[in-house]
């Protein structure tokens, strides 16, 4: 079982969307076996992070170069794992709107310091100048899924195994076609709701998706919210499908209809978040 109950969107680009050393980099890497598949990674990401940060949390180290690996009959595609950044980001974020004396308690100013050091090297450093903007594959979302996330995917994409030790509920799609329905979701929230928090929302996923190789795979994985579903309520699930008919309400100006699928969605996703209180 994933040791975090987190869904994840992720990005897996060809290898030619990578420089020739980190080509080599992950040719060897899965050559040798090391790729992790995505049931195992989330707890073997959590495992990595805590045994490198040890237990007074007060430096940064290096972490390992790993990835998530898909094989085709074309090519190889890698979803990396980017631990050092995500690491740094986030021990940024759980410093923002805290007081200063609970934030150095929490997160140390030591940490911080090389957190915001990471964080701007990554953003601004040489590498930037010779290979573009680097490109975080995977985000992380605890006790739910964003409904945003539900806009690139289709659900006749829906990819699901119920088998006891492999369950898994995914939706997988081309790159083009996931950009294709938020450009095209971005259009109809704008049209029909203005600057909303939905409308940016979306407007700032369509934005990260295209700093990544048309040829790239986008994948939409319930991961460790899985073991807190049933295997009716996997089968069942059409949260892509309530988005699809949602925002078809909204481009015809039908309100009533994009409320419903709006409250339906909302309401399944509410229960899930509500599990967390009654740990």
């Known amino acids: 079982m994933p040791s975090n109950f987190a869904a994840y969107l992720r990005v897996y680009e060809p290898l030619t969307a990578f420089d020739r050393e980190r080509q080599l980099y992950w ?28 237990a007074g949390w007060t430096r940064l180290p290096d972490l390992p170069d790993e990835a998530y690996v898909l094989e085709t009959d074309e090519t190889l595609l890698i979803c990396p794992w980017n631990l050092r ?23 140390p100013p030591t940490l911080a310091g090389l957190a915001k050091s990471v964080v701007e090297d990554w953003r601004s450093g040489a590498k930037v100048l010779e290979q573009g903007m680097p490109r975080v594959h995977e985000q992380v979302s605890t006790w739910g899924v964003p409904l945003r996330w539900f806009v690139f995917v289709d659900l006749s994409e829906k990819q699901l195994s119920v088998r006891p030790g492999r369950r898994v509920l995914r939706y997988r799609t081309e790159i083009s076609k996931a950009r294709r ?41 319930y991961s460790g919210l899985v073991p807190l579903l049933s295997d009716d309520a996997l089968a069942a699930d059409d949260s892509p499908g309530l988005v ?29 978040q509500l599990l967390e209180r009654s740990n």
Request: hydrophobic letters at 45%; glycine letters at 8%; a neutral charge.
């Open 27 to 54: 040719r060897r890497y899965v050559k040798d076996g090391r790729a992790i598949g995505p049931l195992d990674g989330p707890g073997r990401q959590r495992t990595v992070v805590l045994e490198a940060l040890g």
């Open 85 to 107: 950044f995500r690491v740094a980001e986030a021990a940024l974020s759980a410093r923002d709107g805290v007081p200063a004396v609970l934030a150095d308690a929490f997160v």
């Open 181 to 221: 329905r938020a450009h095209r979701a971005h259009s109809v929230l704008r049209k029909a709701l203005g600057d909303a928090p939905i409308t940016e929302a979306v407007e700032e996923s369509t934005r990260w998706l295209e700093e990544f190789h048309p040829r790239s795979l986008v994948e939409l994985d």
């Open 244 to 272: 699809a008919t949602g925002l078809a309400g909204l481009s015809r100006g039908d309100a009533d209809s994009a409320t419903e699928a709006y409250e339906q969605l909302v309401a399944r996703w509410r229960a899930v």
